[in-house]
């Protein structure tokens, strides 16, 4: 595929990029990166995805906008409130890229559609955008199953982790945290409330380790935890190996279908 010279004019500050050039956006509009999750993390995500010029986008979300959403999805606007967030996205990413393409799911994850929407359009990376283990361990296990590179994130107060799994390159998600906690035992947003510009740079974080996947540039976050903690202004780096008896990619898995 040849750029056209809007698209040019338009990606020109990408392109001056030392490592992306005119290949790695070719790169970047010619591929398809799955959202799951259109909420605090999802929102910087996706716009700076569609901003860059990454050619589709598939936004998840079975949930629709709530005027307390707006504190830090700003994906969303008062005038959407009570739409479904997926739609609501689609909408906005359309007026900031009317060129790239937006599919919208308007359903949340479950065992029995992840693969199917994953497999949509063969998306080439997968986000989790989520806010809640259940679709955190789906997330990873689907991957994992279906040999996908995906992205990691959580946050909640002024705390956020980011970790990238690239499969044959690193541990899982599963890696680290073996099994879903029970109800209570880890403080939620509800619980303790989120900043939402702390929710704005990691998601920003997970933007930027899709872009550098797709393109090629620099070194991911595949075996290593990020961890920030907006109080303090603190970034931290923690290594963790691949689990031999991880449940999921570990040398004898027990999790082997959806």
Known sequence: MKLTVEQRDRYARNMALAGIGEEG??????SKVLLIGAGGLGSPIALY?????????????GDVVDVSNLQRQILHSEQVVGTEKA???QRRLRELNGGITVVPYCEEVTRSNIADIINDKDYDFIIDGTDN????FLINDACVLLQKPFSHAGVVAYHGQVLTYVPGQGPCYRCIFEE?????DVPT???????????GTIGTIQATEAIKYITGVGELLTGTLLTYDALTMTFRKVPF????????????PTITAL
């Not at 190996?241 to 004898?252: E, I, K, L, Y």
């Open 241 to 252: 190996p691949q689990n031999p008896d991880c449940a999921v990619c570990g040398d004898h």
């Open 133 to 136: 283990f259940s679709a955190k």
């Open 25 to 30: 956006q070719r790169k970047l509009w010619e």
């Open 180 to 184: 879903e906690p029970a109800p209570g």
């Open 49 to 61: 995805l569609a901003a860059a010029g990454v050619g589709t986008l598939g936004i998840v979300d």
């Open 189 to 199: 947003a509800k619980d303790v409330g989120i900043l939402g510009a702390a929710a």
């Open 87 to 89: 739609l609501s996205a």
